[in-house]
Each structure stands twice: as structure tokens, then as C-alpha cells.
């Protein structure tokens, strides 16, 4: 198992990276879904790449897909199928900083998921939130499917036909594009993180770090829009790095 923590402080408290936000955890990039997502480690950057297709079932499948079902949470489905010639990629820094300012996310994939299915924020358009006529469009993962591709904009739903994703807990989401892990609503001791800043983020360790503190994301436990819960609707604390 490869550690790559960056230099810890000491005693005397001096620190080589930035102490507030520590390394992001390599153990995390093991979560990822290594059909659809390759992490390639180069120096003190992180390069995610993905194709986008998901390993679980939804309705946004072909029919002839093994993994195609019948909806159980869709009632309406937007245009279009899981696949095509998608590809994400995403370069971070292993150590990334919170910013001086922080960043409104825009329109198109805003993270990568564990699953390789790209995260979008709680926009459909330029102006337009999430509303009732886009939630019902959603399937148990969260997602439809767009002319950008199949992507994610809420919490999965709790339904025996989720296997993959995360509701209510601590499991990895995947990594926005500050750099910054996005997490569950949960803490991994089970409980609501109670010291979260604007965006869902604060210092704390993780199921993949052990002892180390170090800047991350959760899934704010408000409701957006009646029963759904959006992935990430705050602004970036990081420094956006583009997704392409
Ligand atoms: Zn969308
Ligand atoms: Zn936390």
C-alpha cells in the first residue's frame, strides 16, 4: 500500500504544506470504480480519468445492457443513454490549499464519483435549480442523463436496488475539483459532522487517513428540494482545476 502523506509538523509546529489542509489520503483513491476510473500519481499531482459509465444498474442503461432496469425512482427519463465516448479527466495537486476566496462551481461536472460518473451541482442550466420536474427525472443513483452525458446531482436514495452508493453514511463520494474529497453526511463514528463550513467542509480525519486531519467535504444534511439531498450546492474552497 503506497502512503504518501506530505510532511507532518513537528513538535515546534513548523510545517513544509500548508497547515490547514493537509494531503488528501492516497487509501482513498482505492474506492474508485477501476472498470471506469485510472489514478495516476506523478509527483505531487493527482490525475483522475474516467469514461463515465457507472458499475450499477439504472434505467439510463440500453435495455440491452446487463445493467439496465425498469425505474424505481424515475418517473420521467430525460433523452439520451449511459455510454457514447465520454471522458473525464481531472488533475489535482496531492496537497490542494483552501483558497483566499472561494469559487461558485459552474454548469458541467464539478467532481469525479468512486463510480467514475461525473458530479454536477444543483444547477440544470444557467439560472435554473433543481426543481420538481428535474428531480423526477432522477434515478435511485441521483442522476439522469444530460447532453453532457449520464451525471450525478443528488444523494442516491434508499432502496434495496442500491447496492453501490452512499445514503445517510460515511463512504467516499468521490473528489471535486478543488482537489477536496467529498464524503457521505456522516462522520465514520456514525454522526453528523456538527463543525462544517458553508460549503460541507471542514478539518477532520477519515476512514482513509488514520490519525491525520486534513481538509474534506460531506454531504450537508439539509434537505434541498422535498425528499432529495444535493451532492455538493456550495461553493469550491479550493482553487478549481478544470475537468475535460
Ligand atoms: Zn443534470
Ligand atoms: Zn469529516
Redesign the pocket.
Known sequence: MLVLFSCKSDDNGSNVTDPDSGSTPVSAFDEFNPDAVTVSFDGDEITIESNGLPNHTSPYWEETNPLYIEPVIAVALTPGRIGGDRSYSLTVPTSPQIASTSTATGLGAIGISVTGVPIFNDLEGPNRPLEEVIVETFDYAGAHNGPSGYHYHIESYDVPENTELSYDDEKLIGIMSDGFLL?GRR?MDGAY?NDLDESGG?L?A?QHSGDEEFY?Y?IVNEFYLGNVIALFAGDLQGTPNAIF
Open positions: 464524503y462522520e459532522p471542514h477532520g477519515t474534506h460531506h
